[in-house]
């Protein structure tokens, strides 16, 4: 398995060639009348040079990693930054001066050799130059990975948060489908049994849908259309359902079982308590590029204290919240001239297709 080469030596052996490329050319102009007639000791002299400096720089990373500068204060840094560069610099101006004194460029050319002195000023700023770029990626980078990981603390913290929700969905679900067939055993043993089979289709729908973020509205329907079904046995004649769904809306992907667990806020809290029963009707249309569902039902609101607003309510504010922010939006009203209940929820459609 071939091993991948990293960032560093990337970065390293490409700025070091773009030097050597860059210093080359600056020599020969200054040499040479024609460019091609660099000698080879100049060229070796060069390639000699670089070399040594990718190993020098090489060193003072490893440095740097084993007395881990970069986990120091911010000024302990800086210090370092420029101390480092006085002494890297003096070793390689060490280096480059016994370098140009062992290899002998033609006699024909007069090349000026640099001192030490004027060596190590020019290797300063060159390693100081090599400090800076590499403290500032080792920023830049660290700024990036933080920032990552932090979104992907805050994705898993949703996913978690999400989960506990949906595990909260099946038992509250199951308990009022369960509590609607009890009526059934007694009155109607024929209708129980019938309302059992509807169950089953129910929780498996259900199962199917919970396991994926979002879901057809067709699907979510279908899962209310079976509720609403097995409902219907055990309110009959005082159960009064009706459908306004917009055609283009089917498709568009909302929560799973989140319009379920309207619905059935709907049954328990307005038609169960109705000694005429009741109607529900469920609406969902697209406006200003937003998916909105509606859920009405005859009643009237129970005002709760606040936090106390139970599952249904408290589920589906944090649901939306988690998933779209404040791109979503639920509100309940109360229309008491019409003796109507309305719970509505708004989601952007742009969202479902960046997920």
Avoid: C
């Avoid at 309302?195 to 929780?203: N, P």
């Amino acid at each position: 398995m071939r091993r991948k080469i990293s960032t560093f030596w990337i970065f390293q052996l490409a700025g070091w060639l773009g030097f050597f490329v860059s210093t080359l050319l600056t020599n020969i102009t200054k040499l040479y009348s024609s460019p091609f007639a660099v000698s080879a000791s100049l060229f070796l002299q060069q390639l000699i040079e670089v070399t040594e400096g990718i190993l020098v720089t090489a060193v003072l990373r490893w440095f740097i990693i084993r007395s881990n500068i970069l986990q120091k204060k911010l000024m302990a840094q800086v210090w370092f930054i420029f101390l480092s560069a006085l002494v890297t610099s003096f070793i390689l101006s060490v280096i480059y001066t016994a370098t140009e004194n062992i290899i002998v460029l033609p006699e024909n050319y007069k090349y000026d050799k640099n001192t030490l002195w004027v060596n190590w000023t020019l290797n300063f700023f060159l390693v100081l130059m090599w400090n800076l770029i590499y403290f500032s990626y080792y920023y830049v980078a660290r700024s990036n990975r933080e920032r990552l990981d932090k979104a992907r603390l805050e994705s898993l913290v949703k996913d978690l948060e999400l989960k506990t929700i949906k595990a909260h969905i099946n038992p509250h679900f199951i308990f009022n489908a369960l509590n609607s067939i009890r009526y059934l055993v007694d009155e109607n043993p024929g209708q129980a049994r019938t309302a059992i089979t509807q169950l089953s289709i129910l929780l498996r729908s259900s199962l199917r849908a919970e396991d994926a973020s979002t879901t057809p509205l067709e699907n979510e329907l279908e899962i209310v259309q079976s509720y609403l079904n097995l409902e219907k046995l055990r309110f009959e004649e005082r159960l009064h359902i009706f459908m306004d769904i917009d055609e283009e809306t089917r498709g568009l992907q909302v929560p799973p079982m989140m319009l379920q667990t309207l619905v059935e806020n709907a049954i328990k809290h307005g038609i169960s308590k109705q000694i005429d029963g009741g109607d529900v009707r469920i609406v969902a249309v697209t406006e200003n590029n937003h998916l909105i569902l509606k859920v009405q039902n005859t009643g009237k609101f129970q005002h709760v204290k606040k936090g106390h607003d139970g599952f249904g309510i408290a589920g589906t504010k944090n649901r939306l919240a988690l998933m779209y922010g404040d791109k979503a939006n639920f509100t309940i009203k109360e229309y008491p001239h019409n003796n109507l209940v309305e719970a509505e929820v708004t989601i952007p459609v742009q969202s479902f297709f960046n997920q």
